[in-house]
């Protein structure tokens, strides 16, 4: 196992050549910006975020670089976004991110983005207005406590490993580990394995960790955290902020599937377990055709904003047309996939239910039964209401031909604005 751990952490370290390139375009950037807010007189200071500020950094194909323009209390809320926008005078390659609170990203190279985001510098928690108000804390704390090389590590060793398994993000499409979540578990059980075990011990038992001990026992967490804070099979108390579980994001399913993943490792360690699982679909046709099943592949693409809104939306829509296939036909497998931008693919692998029973008007109501019938050629009562049995001699590439055709409004309502069969 450890020998395994010490070949991911060489995969996984970003190499040397990046970091300084990451670090040059930073301090160019963050020169710029500094330079303007002087100029306009604006009160605010500029950190770095997220985990190359932690130095919990891993190798990627892009790197995602958080940079905190930390704004005066005087400034109203509406103001914040404004004010950034103007100190990123005379900078390129700037494009606005629409949120809760508009942020911006720059692209730097081929393969770096530094997001500017703006945050209300408050001295009390319970100030904040928005979760990003927060991250000077969660950076402030990190720092302090997480001093070990061998945790850091671990550190980067647990987000491989969660990103692999399709469960790191806080984003409501994958409702898992944020970054933060994950240096605070590290640090609390003392390293990847011990971290892993733990989560497999709770075998379906709600954990509460309390790092700093801010309340008594984990009854006294229950009863005093809002209830809409502990639906997360662990409540992680935010040790900046004891009010916030630090994992309200994260789901049964996603625990459930991180659960899995880590009882494979435990009990037969590989490499396979650090590495993205992307799903074969030449092999989902070929098993579907040989099991004399229907295979369909679509795109859809939203009008949301490309990240955690069109993800979220694209996969309640991927959940809706779930519902709508499986009234004609068995969904034996499916799968989603979302591309970080404003577009997400989606197969299903099919078997016709044969007839579609479809519920008509109460037998006594016979204006209405006469009308249901004239639609329906075989129809029977039952439980005094009229039933009709419709055959289903369409496949399911003509259920959704069908369907497009028919839908536009629900699609636009579900902010939809395209869908494909491949």
Known sequence: MNSILKEVLKKIEPPKEDLKFIGAC???????????????????????????????????DYYDIDVF???????KEGELSNLLEKSLAGIKNVSKIHGS???????????????????????????????TDMSYSHVKYI???????????????????????GTYGAESYIKGFSGYAIELLI??????????????????????????KNYKNKQQVLMDLNSAKLSSPIVLI?????????????????????????????????????????VDLEKVKREAKKNRLEFVELISTTSKQEGDIAGSKLLKFFNYLGNEIAKCFEVKHDGFGYDGKKSAT????????KELIQEGPFAKDKASVKAFKSKHKNTFIKAERIYARN????????????????????MNEMSVIELKII
């Open 69 to 75: 323009v930390r704004f005066d209390k005087k400034y």
């Open 143 to 165: 720092k302090k406590k997480v001093k070990s090389e061998k945790i850091k590590d671990d550190i980067r060793i647990a987000k491989a490993f969660c990103y692999a398994t």
């Open 238 to 278: 935010d040790p900046t902020f004891p009010q916030r579980n630090a994992l309200a994001a994260l789901s049964q399913e996603t625990f459930e599937k991180f659960g899995q993943e880590a009882k494979k490792f435990l009990k037969n360690p590989s490499l396979e377990s650090f590495e993205v699982k992307k």
């Open 101 to 131: 609170r508009d942020y911006f990203r720059i692209k730097s190279g081929n393969n770096l983005f530094i997001e500017l985001i703006p945050v209300r510098k408050i001295l009390n928690l319970k100030e904040a207005e928005n979760i």
């Open 391 to 410: 055959k289903i001699d369409f496949s399911g590439k003509e259920f959704f031909g069908r369907w497009i055709k028919d839908n536009k409004t629900r």
């Open 187 to 212: 640090y609390n059980y003392g390293g990847f394995i011990k971290f892993l075990k733990a989560m497999v011990k709770l075998d379906g038992k709600k954990e509460v960790i309390d790092i700093e």
């Open 26 to 60: 930073i301090k160019e950037t963050l020169g710029k910006i500094k330079k303007n807010i002087s100029k306009d007189k604006i009160k605010a200071e500029v950190f770095i975020g997220g985990s190359f500020a932690k130095d919990t950094l891993i190798k990627k």
């Open 346 to 353: 989606m197969y299903f692998v099919l078997k016709s239910r």
